[in-house]
């Protein structure tokens, strides 16, 4: 047994890790509020819905605990700073409907942390089954500011000033500041009734008592405690919440990749050629979990998805990763999960001692990894050497499907247009050299009236 190291602030239980599997134990001082909700009939009405990951009881010897699960394994855990708009916002819809259904079955979400949610069968699921407790009657819901922090306010600068402020959800695991939501929204939101009540508000209150004494503070809590907050009252909470969210939109946006497949080279041959070359040879190696780097809007990905087992389908344009799962959403694919990822800044291990949160390297390791029209991006974009492009492909998998893109290609004389060529070493013989250090097999595909190729390494001589 391996406890997982960012399971440790929940003192209901834990997550560890036994044979390839995740498990999670239950503590005895959990043991009333986990039977409240199995004989509730919520987690029942949630399975139903699909919103919460199924789990099945299993045996457990561990001292101190009283009761083990083994929830279905999610196959690829993501974070939020790594989810498009719409990833983050079905998240927090997922969130408000279930703690909505808690209310009726008497029980209540004790915390809305955005890692609590992930993505199974292309749907969010809320994997924490620990994070339920029984409804106290006039108590208010003390996941409220938790939620704001996660999900509103970053879906509220994300609509309102820029898609990007999302990334900040790295430098902040517990949520954004209410302060730094408040400050970053543009003017004009403060004339939004629920953006006014549950962001500026909020944050003017908390930074009240923030400069007020302790005992002032201790004074102004117990005030709250002793208010009653009726069922009526907490209901319309959560449907403010929603309505609030749901009202959250992406504007409309251009970015540089957003478009890629309207502004392409390639003529219809070439791509038709492309789009075969892929799927015969996903189908000749059928990984069962394969990862697509530079994927854009996810057309390849889907490709690679109907031979394999399961697709991450990574991107650094928001706006492609937000179309990537709009599509994904809208044709129910399971198999396929959009995430937003710069592979020169990946995201790195995070939180108490670099080990709560893992890194995106170390979660995306499969056995087929594919990157077209990518290579030209990070050695002449962003100046990473060949050597070092072939050293991150293999460590991610044995086997790798990339298209090299030649500086006579428009696309690669775009990237060089505003920038001195000091590129010698960039040639196709050289990648080949480049990822034979670290692959035994090359075979080379030639796509017909295109200077490009694709390159297909692997173990197998």
Excluded at 59 to 77: A, C, H, L, N, Y
């Amino acid at each position: 047994m391996q406890r997982v190291a960012g399971s440790f602030r929940d003192p209901s239980g834990f997550v560890y890790e036994s044979s390839g599997n995740l498990f999670r134990a239950i503590s005895s001082s959990y043991k009333e509020e986990f039977e409240a909700l199995m004989a509730s009939g919520l987690y029942v009405k949630l399975l139903k819905e699909s919103r919460v990951a199924p789990f099945e009881e299993t045996s457990s010897d561990i001292d101190g605990v009283w009761k083990t699960i083994r929830p279905e394994q999610i196959p690829f855990i993501s974070y939020p700073y790594e989810w498009s708009f719409g990833q983050l916002k079905d998240a927090a819809l997922a969130t408000l409907d279930i703690q909505l259904d808690a209310l009726e079955h008497g029980m209540s979400l004790k915390d809305a942390s955005a890692y609590n949610i992930q993505f199974l069968h292309g749907r969010p699921v809320l994997i924490d089954h620990l994070s339920f407790e029984r409804l106290e009657e006039g108590k208010p819901w003390s996941a409220y500011r938790q939620f704001v922090m996660h999900f509103l306010g970053p879906l509220a600068l994300m609509a309102k000033a820029d898609t990007r402020h999302s990334l900040q959800l790295r430098n902040y695991i517990d949520g954004l500041p209410l302060d730094y939501i408040s400050k970053s929204l543009p003017k004009t939101t403060w004339l939004s009734p629920a953006i006014f009540i549950h962001i500026h508000l909020h944050a003017a209150l908390q930074k009240k008592y923030s400069d007020t004494s302790t005992t002032d503070i201790k004074h102004a809590r117990e005030k709250i405690r002793a208010k009653s907050v009726s069922f009526a009252t907490l209901k319309n909470l959560i449907n403010s919440l929603k309505a609030a969210t749901e009202a959250l939109n992406l504007p409309s946006l251009d970015t540089e990749w957003g478009n890629y497949y309207e502004d392409t080279n390639y003529t219809r041959t070439a791509f038709a050629f492309k789009k075969e070359a892929v799927n015969r040879i996903a189908a000749r190696f059928r990984p069962k979990r394969a990862c697509d780097l530079g994927a854009n809007d996810g057309e390849f990905s889907r490709i690679l998805a109907n031979h394999a087992g399961f697709v991450i389908s990574a991107d650094i344009d928001p706006l492609a990763v937000h179309k990537n799962y709009q599509r994904s959403r809208s044709n129910n694919e399971p198999l396929l999960m959009p995430v937003l990822e710069d592979l020169c800044n990946p995201s790195p291990a995070l939180g108490w001692a670099n080990e709560e949160r893992s890194s995106f390297l170390e979660r995306a390791r499969c056995d087929f990894v594919m990157g077209l029209a990518l290579i030209h991006h990070l050695c002449i974009g962003n100046n990473v050497p060949l050597s070092l492009v072939a050293k991150l492909f293999r460590s991610l998998s044995p086997v790798a499907l990339i298209e090299f893109v030649p500086k006579e290609d428009s696309q690669v004389k775009r990237l060089l247009s505003a920038r001195e060529d000091i590129f010698d070493d960039y040639s196709l013989e050289n990648c080949i050299r480049a990822f034979c250090a670290y692959y035994a097999s090359v075979e080379r595909i030639e796509i017909p009236e295109s200077p490009r190729t694709l390159l297909l390494l692997s173990e197998k001589v």
